[in-house]
């Protein structure tokens, strides 16, 4: 729109109409008054001919209407020659010069600026609300399509806007989900710039609400403001939308003229003023109902100047994940209840059956290859005819010892889970080779290795092992160390315990609890815990006589293959009763080969340690429940012969079946040596057997030495010479601080070695009594611990006294073969007695001087009579002969001692003379 000079009342109308009527389309008019206001400003107001044509306006019928129905006006077609012609004036500083032909005298040349403005259009596009809302890649137009929609559909055609409205160009924030319209116009100098722009803003608002653009992913309409400010373009990848904004300025705003200023853009919810801070600008968050609204506020007011005040708006940051941990923290009663719940309902949904099933499939050896049948059958006919089998071997004639051990429990395991079985022994008597010899026929078993959990090096490798063994996956390790660490942050933050750190305790329960659901899933008693042991042997044994009789119909399969294709119809009619019947015999059954067995090997295998004792006490009453349940049989093997003291805690009032292996005889030994060796190679093996002895460990070393190509007595004399230094370091190579740990002394163990290097048999009671021991037991069992002795027991109390081993015999007779060693320890022994003997000198002196006070210098008794009392007389006796006895040994400890003395200066002079 332009001004141009009029001085007609018919230039006017003409003007007029050509205002209306641009490029041939008639412009929207709002109403009478709208349209007589804008032409009242367009029209010059000093003109006479202003005058008249304004109350001409006013009284002109088509503005008079009262009714509110659309106005109906109707296109006249002005010729050109009708209005008068201009031409653009160019200026190299984008201003415009419009000047007229015909009334030039009239009106002076008047200079037109080209101006700029921008619209904001919301919800042109998706809001990104965060880096991973993948519709910002989904639904990303391109530049051509995006200005072809700003100039077709959502910004009014420039034809339709007033001021020559040109588009410049368009710039998308698809982050906030608009777009930015570039814009030029230019305005006559009777509107000022901020009516032009809002007159421009409310064509496009009115374009908008005409046509009504709703977007397509939200069904909502497209909104237009005008930008007051200086957007602050950014791409930053942590600033997202949000419903609040926060606004800066220096000055006086207040609440009410920030309502009026950001009310427009949409609903708000809440303003708060911040507090305000010294040297800082003002702050305010505003908060709406949508996030456009946020959007559309902060594009279009970013840097605009109210009042001569600048405001600077940006979204409100939240911290999402600092909100998060706050309340958790500030709320630990609640949230780690929660987060622990949280966390065993997946535990127990998702990870729960999937150990069970690894364990399940670990007891019945669903993925081992080697225990399939067809394999099994096809190793025994190609590589089991020509090797031996190791474990068949050390049986049947080889080791008779043990067919009387391995029959009783054998018939053990064929009777219903009630109690434990416990094999005893010592070290290398072979009980595990023997228990698994026994139980090679079993379907389900699991073995428990104590030895590589007792020698552990921390809780967690405790575990590790324990779960490997059982076939607990996944044990998720990692997490129990991260509990741990989130407890001690809590703990630091809050001051309470969280609860969070699983105890050892706890996960060896857990998957202790879970073998066991693994193990019931498997047994055919698992249905059968309330059910007596009798009901229980009566089932077992209907399925033994079952599988006898199907064994029988096997054995005799022409005469069943007949008689069967004879009743073949009948069989067909009544199918389904047979099948009824089967099922219901079938529940009467228990075959004792489905019965799990668990072995726990090495138990008890070490008492020391930080967990030792809570670790044995749980396998014991893990294990009581699977037998008081008549899940499984248990069988303990162990070389502590107190292994049985926790277990019977376990499961008390019970007896245990207990095997307890010996060493093998000179015979079985001698049979097992010439069934590995060459009888006619080597002839006389009589004498090294004699000197190893019956120990398995042994015999297979000696076996396995010769056959590397050492001769039998170098193989026994390394043997020996291995057994002499064992014996060394673990009964008298000790320092002090390991004095205090040990429950002997080293003259105490040089007694014991010196009886049983004489005798293959101790009495237990006479070195019990021996002025060494004085009457305690102590240091013998832990002797027995330190495997050094072996104790046999009669009628359920300590009988006599072997060596650990029978090659320590051997071994013990080495070592008194050394003559200095024997000479100090001779001498350390008979000077321990000698102090022992001294003292009870002493004590028996101070008695008599004691009983002395009681007569006169006369010899009188001291309360009358004259004559000392029986009583005194006879203990005065008995004192008097026990100072004799002892005086004798004191005389007798003196001359050993002396000749140990000498014999150690001896020994040192010939070592000198020796060395010379």
């Known amino acids: 729109m332009y001004r141009v000079a009029a001085s007609s009342e018919a230039t006017l109308r003409r003007f007029y109409t050509a205002t209306l009527l641009t490029r041939q389309r008639i412009l929207p008019i709002a109403s009478p008054l709208t349209t007589w206001r804008t032409l009242q400003r367009t029209i010059p107001k000093t003109t006479p001919a202003a005058a008249t044509f304004t109350r001409s306006i006013r009284t002109a019928p088509v503005f008079t209407t009262t009714t509110r129905t659309p106005l109906s006006v109707q296109a006249v077609r002005v010729q050109p020659s009708d209005f008068v012609k201009t031409k653009r004036v160019p200026d190299g500083f984008f201003r415009r010069k419009f000047t007229t032909e015909t009334e030039a005298a009239a009106a002076a040349e008047e200079e037109l600026p080209l101006k700029y403005g921008m619209l904001y259009f919301d919800n042109a596009?998706?809001?990104?609300?965060?880096?991973?809302?993948?519709?910002?890649?989904?639904?990303?137009?391109?530049?051509?399509?995006?200005?072809?929609?700003?100039?077709?559909?959502?910004?009014?055609?420039?034809?339709?806007?007033?001021?020559?409205?040109?588009?410049?160009?368009?710039?998308?924030?698809?982050?906030?989900?608009?777009?930015?319209?570039?814009?030029?116009?230019?305005?006559?100098s009777s509107y000022?710039?901020?009516?032009?722009?809002?007159?421009?803003?409310s064509r496009c608002e009115q374009h908008l609400m005409g046509h009504g653009h709703y977007m397509w992913f939200n069904f909502q309409k497209v909104r237009a403001f005008l930008v007051k400010g200086?957007?602050?373009?950014?791409?930053?990848?942590?600033?997202?939308?949000?419903?609040?904004?926060?606004?800066?300025?220096?000055?006086?705003?207040g609440v009410e003229g920030l309502y009026t200023l950001f009310r427009k853009y949409g609903k708000i919810v809440d303003i708060f003023q911040v507090p305000p801070v010294k040297d800082m600008p003002k702050q305010a968050i505003v908060q709406y109902s949508f996030m456009r609204a946020a959007t559309s506020a902060k594009n279009c007011l970013h840097g605009a100047e109210v009042n001569g005040i600048q405001i600077s708006v940006t979204y409100e940051r939240t911290l999402k994940g600092n909100v998060i941990w706050t309340w958790l923290s500030n709320h630990p009663r609640l949230s780690v209840p929660l987060g622990g719940f949280a966390v065993a309902g997946v535990s127990f949904i998702v990870f729960d059956p999937i150990r069970?099933?690894?364990?399940?499939?670990?007891?019945?050896?669903?993925?081992?290859?080697?225990?399939?049948?067809i394999l099994k059958w096809l190793r025994k006919e190609t590589v089991g005819r020509l090797t031996r089998t190791p474990v068949d071997s050390l049986q049947a004639t080889g080791w008779r010892e043990r067919e009387q051990d391995e029959e009783k429990l054998r018939t053990w395991l064929r009777n219903p889970p009630e109690t434990f079985a416990i094999v005893q022994g010592p070290r290398g008597a072979g009980k595990s080779d023997m228990v698994e010899y026994a139980i090679k026929d079993k379907t389900h078993k699991i073995v428990i290795r104590c030895d590589e959990l007792a020698n552990a090096r921390s809780e967690s490798e405790v575990l590790s092992n324990l779960a490997k063994q059982v076939g607990y996956i996944p044990l998720f390790q990692f997490?129990?160390?991260?509990?741990?660490?989130?407890?001690?942050?809590?703990?630091?933050?809050?001051?309470?315990?969280?609860?969070?750190?699983?105890?050892?305790?706890?996960?060896?329960?857990?998957?202790?609890?879970?073998?066991?659901?693994?193990?019931?899933?498997?047994s055919p008693t698992k249905d059968m815990s309330n059910t007596s042991p009798e009901a229980i042997m009566k089932k077992i044994e209907m399925t033994i006589e079952e599988k006898a009789r199907k064994a029988e119909l096997a054995s005799s399969g022409?005469?069943?293959?007949?008689?069967?294709?004879?009743?073949?119809?009948?069989?067909?009619?009544?199918?389904?009763?047979?099948?009824?019947?089967?099922?219901?015999?079938e529940s009467k059954w228990c075959d004792p080969d489905d019965i799990p067995v668990v072995v726990i090997d090495g138990y008890m295998s070490r008492e020391k340690g930080p967990h030792a004792k809570e670790f044995w006490t749980f396998l014991a009453d893990w294990a009581a429940v699977l037998v008081e349940n008549h899940v499984a049989h248990v069988i303990f093997i162990s070389n502590n012969v107190t292994a049985s003291k926790p277990l019977s805690k376990a499961l008390p009032n019970m007896t245990f079946e207990t095997i307890v292996l010996t060493d093998a005889t000179l015979d079985s030994a001698m049979e097992f040596v010439y069934k590995h060796l060459d009888k006619e190679e080597y002839g006389n093996l009589t004498h090294c057997v004699e000197t190893i002895g019956g120990r398995l460990t042994d015999l297979e070393l000696f076996v396995q030495k010769v056959k590397s190509g050492m001769g039998p007595e170098d193989a026994m004399n390394d043997i020996l010479s291995r057994s002499v230094i064992e014996v060394r370091k673990n009964a008298f190579d000790f320092d002090s601080t390991e004095k205090k740990t040990l429950g002997w002394t080293p003259i105490q163990f040089w007694a014991v070695m010196k009886h049983l290097a004489a005798h293959d048999v101790v009495s237990f009671d006479e070195l019990k009594i021996h002025p060494l021991f004085k009457n305690d037991e102590t240091p013998f069992s832990a002797m027995e611990q330190a495997e050094l002795i072996s104790i046999n027991h009669k009628n359920g109390r300590p009988f006599s006294i072997r060596p650990g081993k029978p090659i320590y015999r051997a071994a013990f007779q080495e070592i008194l073969s050394d003559e200095g060693f024997k000479a100090v320890m001779d001498l350390e022994s008979t000077t321990f007695l000698d102090k022992e003997e001294m003292a009870k000198v002493t004590k028996?002196?101070?008695?008599?001087?004691?009983?002395s006070n009681l007569l006169h210098q006369d010899g009188s008794w001291l309360f009358g009579g004259g004559r000392v009392p029986k009583e005194v007389d006879t203990r005065v006796k008995w004192l008097m002969k026990k100072l004799a006895e002892?005086?004798?040994?004191?005389?007798?400890?003196?001359?050993?001692?002396?000749q140990a003395k000498n014999d150690v200066a001896s020994l040192s002079v010939n070592n000198q003379g020796n060395g010379k």
Do not use: C
């Open 356 to 373: 069970v099933f690894s364990m399940h499939a670990k007891i019945t050896k669903l993925f081992n290859v080697n225990e399939y049948p």
């Open 844 to 851: 028996w002196e101070g008695e008599l001087r004691e009983l």
């Open 125 to 188: 596009y998706p809001l990104r609300i965060a880096w991973w809302d993948i519709r910002y890649s989904l639904l990303r137009p391109g530049w051509k399509s995006l200005e072809r929609k700003a100039k077709n559909d959502l910004v009014p055609p420039e034809s339709g806007m007033p001021f020559h409205f040109k588009i410049g160009g368009i710039e998308p924030r698809l982050k906030d989900g608009g777009m930015f319209v570039h814009f030029s116009y230019v305005h006559p």
């Open 886 to 898: 002892s005086h004798a040994k004191i005389e007798k400890y003196e001359q050993d001692m002396i």
């Open 192 to 201: 000022t710039t901020k009516e032009a722009l809002k007159e421009i803003e």
């Open 230 to 253: 200086q957007p602050f373009l950014e791409d930053m990848a942590s600033r997202y939308p949000n419903k609040k904004v926060r606004i800066e300025y220096s000055g006086d705003l």
């Open 479 to 522: 997490m129990s160390t991260l509990n741990n660490m989130m407890d001690m942050a809590i703990t630091a933050t809050t001051g309470q315990k969280a609860g969070l750190s699983a105890t050892f305790e706890g996960q060896l329960k857990k998957i202790l609890d879970t073998l066991t659901i693994a193990i019931q899933q498997t």
């Open 558 to 585: 022409g005469s069943v293959a007949s008689g069967a294709v004879q009743s073949l119809g009948s069989k067909k009619a009544s199918s389904k009763q047979e099948k009824a019947k089967k099922a219901k015999e």
